[in-house]
């Protein structure tokens, strides 16, 4: 499995051609207390930088873009109640959704942890 | 990612600096703009915030707002021609919240109006600061002196143990009673300070000379009860309070009685009139608002926003203006303008959020009940 991240501060792990889609530890501490998250229902078909989710911080709500194309496969079910773990646990249990890429090559821009947090740096 | 919900003005120049600035900036602030200057949105996180002013006491920086002293002969006569409130009627150290209102009964502003030994102590928001000063200065006449405090800095106090912390660094601020204000030293400093705030809570606003506030505030935050708090949860604070926010709930299109602000029209004046737009503003109250500010209880957990409309069935009958999570609450709540006959606390409808419909009932405001130190009331 390879985890990739892009400069809109998503995370993706890839197994093959099932990925697994979140916001960054450094994201969620820019946001704050999270409060609502809206993921994709399964079966919706998002394509490389539309709307995918939404996050709601007590300040303001924020859209998040899929990083890559593909089809849903699974909303994280464990954020409808407790939408706090995109806080505690971003880059593990707090998951968005889960997607069957439509491009794989799609992933070729993207960053690995080391470039990401070079990146991050520089913010 | 990005923010749909931008809050911020920034003025051509970029966001000035108040003079907390580095002091915020010592303390971890968040800063963003805000009414043209740099405040800080946070610090250790909104939620936590919210709550420690709810149940300690929070300390904001307040210095964007503006600090008016009119003086001058014919004073009451005058301001009362631009406010519904009974200026006359208050003696010296009581404080009032009145509305600026334009020709045509459109709020321009809320604001504090306070009787103190100098004259009338005003203090307007800050993101309308410069066009309040120009209205007062082209329909005030020229016998009132209008002056802009600039050189002073002003922070509230606010929560439960706000009168414990102050009381010991400036004895004697908790003989004030809720609206009344007063001066005080703080070693040579002089201080104004008055019992109010806008966050629902007992607690205290303080204006003190720029180059003393950041050695007032490391004082004040050394007291075990206060923590520096940011704009974000005074955002949520007021919203639950159920206290209305300039550019957002009120604006130059809403009046003051569709705005439910009708007690800031004093008795006396709703005989007598003869305020800026007493005629639309009269007739309001005797007929009823066409439309009206109510409270919004949200169910489910996702956030209503300024922005959303609001719906009966099939039909468009408002919009909120107001709307987000309620730390306290501990659900979503939101404030907005309804249809007179839809503003029946109770009355169930529907808020429209990204193209979804949003259960929400009508609600009697504030959602956080008031806990002020009101003279009569005991402790």
Redesign the interface.
């Known amino acids: 499995m390879t985890r990739y991240f892009t400069d ?2 998503e995370w993706i792990d890839v197994d093959g051609t099932s990925a697994t889609v979140g ?1 960054t530890d450094y ?1 969620q501490s820019q ?3 999270i ?2 998250v ?1 993921t994709p229902e399964a079966g919706r078909v998002l394509s490389k930088g539309g709307d995918a989710a ?12 899929a990083p890559v194309s593909g089809t849903v496969t699974e909303g994280n079910p464990a954020l ?1 109640d407790d ?1 706090a773990l995109v806080n505690s646990d971003p880059e593990g249990e707090g998951w968005f959704f889960k997607l069957t890429l439509a491009d794989p090559s799609e992933l070729d821009g993207l960053m690995d942890a080391a470039a990401y947090e070079g990146f991050v740096a520089t913010l | 990612m990005s923010d749909t919900n931008e809050i911020d003005i920034e003025t051509p120049e970029g966001p000035l600096a108040l003079p907390l600035d580095a002091w915020h900036l010592a303390r971890g602030a968040r800063m963003v703009p805000f009414a043209g200057y740099q405040m800080p949105i946070q610090y250790e996180g909104i939620m936590a915030e919210h709550l420690w002013t709810r149940e300690s006491a929070g300390l904001f920086d307040v210095s964007h707002m503006g600090q008016l002293i009119l003086s001058g002969e014919g004073l009451d006569v005058a301001i009362e021609a631009l406010v519904p409130g009974d200026i006359a009627a208050l003696a010296e150290g009581k404080q009032r919240y009145s509305l600026l209102l334009a020709e045509d009964g459109g709020i321009l502003d809320d604001l504090m109006i306070t009787r103190a030994p100098m004259g009338l102590y005003v203090v307007v928001n800050g993101a309308v600061k410069w066009d309040d000063i120009a209205h007062l200065r082209e329909h005030l006449p020229d016998e009132i002196t209008i002056s802009h405090m600039e050189d002073r800095a002003l922070l509230a106090l606010q929560g439960p143990k706000a009168v414990d912390a102050l009381k010991r660094i400036v004895p004697g601020v908790d003989r004030l009673f809720f609206m009344e204000a007063g001066s005080f030293f703080w070693g040579l400093e002089p201080l104004w300070i008055s019992r109010s705030g806008y966050t629902g809570e007992d607690g205290f606003e303080i204006s003190i000379p720029a180059e003393h506030v950041a050695a007032f505030a490391d004082l004040l935050c050394a007291q075990p009860e206060v923590k520096p708090i940011g704009l974000g949860a005074r955002d949520s604070l007021r919203l639950e309070a159920g206290l209305p926010l300039y550019g957002h709930d009120l604006d130059p299109e809403t009046d003051p009685v569709e705005g439910d602000l009708s007690f800031a029209i004093s008795k006396r004046r709703r005989t007598e009139g003869g305020f800026t737009g007493s005629a639309r503003i009269l007739s309001a109250l005797a007929d009823g608002p066409v439309r009206k500010r109510v409270g919004l209880r949200v169910e489910g957990k996702m956030p209503v926003r300024e922005g959303a409309l609001l719906f009966s069935g099939a039909d468009e009958i408002g919009r909120v203006t107001s709307g987000g999570f309620a730390p306290t609450v501990n659900a979503p709540i939101a404030m907005g303008f309804v249809a007179s006959a839809y503003s029946t606390p109770g009355t169930a409808l529907e808020a429209e959020v990204r193209g979804k419909r949003v259960a929400v009932t009508v609600t009697a405001l504030p959602f956080v009940s008031h806990h002020y130190h009101r003279k009569g009331a005991g402790l």
């Open positions: 809109e501060h916001i994201a946001l704050g207390d409060v609502f809206e939404v996050v709601e911080s007590v300040k303001a709500a924020s859209d998040v873009y409808v939408p």
